[in-house]
């Protein structure tokens, strides 16, 4: 998909999927490749961010699946599964951190945009790039092996917040996307809303995961979630808000 030639698979793209090009700083011409097309970028004011005080924002557009309690994975996903989190971020340490904690993943298709965004304000204090093969993370292949979340190759990142706590988020690669690219750095302060990279081409993930007792989830992830139901929303719209 980086070849010139790829860039004749654009437009049949937009057309079959309906692309919403308006929403993008560049018209569908201006792609070089179609891999240029598809982790494009928004155009101002596209995607609004939830701006209210302790309001958490969706990270990315796609298809969001709750867990309130990382502890509980098997009202979701078959039963007699757990969640490894220690092996999910690669440290011991962290998931203690993050133990009963609650995640949020959205999944990205084809069609969506696919770049990722901080969901909260706060500084970057980590970025591990974690190795692992490209299986499938569809809804059918996790509910059958919940695993290929924590062995599929992803990336850590981790934000430390003022009212928050600390947030890790992980970008999880899967079939067709081995690259997984972070257009930030460790070190660096982060505004709710700001790009932190992008999935080349394919479909894949991410995983936002919060500390015990900080965040509740917004009140229809949770209610669909529990029927293993995803919710369709754009980056920017409300994840969750702030326990006072």
């Known amino acids: 998909m980086d070849r010139p030639t790829s860039r004749d698979k654009v437009e049949p793209f937009i057309e079959q999927y309906r692309i919403a090009m308006d929403d993008y700083r560049q018209a ?27 309001v958490v924002a969706l990270p990315a557009d796609g298809r969001h699946l709750a867990i309130p309690d990382l502890s509980r994975v098997e009202r979701i996903y078959a039963k007699g599964q757990s969640f490894d989190l220690p092996g999910f971020l690669g ?71 003022q009212d928050l706590g600390m947030v890790a988020f992980v970008p999880i690669g899967a079939t067709c996307v081995g690259r997984i690219h972070m257009t930030v750095q460790e070190g660096g302060r982060l505004s709710k809303g700001s790009e932190l990279g992008y999935f080349a081409f394919g479909g894949s993930c991410v995983a936002t995961i919060f500390e015990k007792g ?18 369709y929303a754009k980056m920017g719209d409300i994840l969750g808000t702030r326990i006072s």
């Open 214 to 231: 900080r965040v509740q989830l917004a009140e229809d992830l949770i209610s669909h979630s529990a029927n293993s139901t995803e919710v």
């Open 91 to 161: 440290s011991a340490e962290l998931a203690e951190r993050f133990a009963g904690g609650s995640m949020v993943i959205s999944r990205l298709c084809p069609v969506d945009y696919h770049r990722f965004h901080s969901p909260v304000e706060g500084k970057l204090t980590q970025i591990e790039q974690i190795p692992g093969p490209l299986y499938s993370v569809s809804p059918i292949a996790l509910r059958n092996r919940m695993s290929y979340l924590w062995s599929n190759k992803r990336v850590l990142a981790v934000i430390e917040t």
């Open 28 to 54: 569908s011409e201006g792609y070089r490749t179609f891999n240029e097309f598809f982790y494009r970028e928004l155009g101002p004011g596209a995607r609004p961010i939830a701006e209210d005080e302790g």
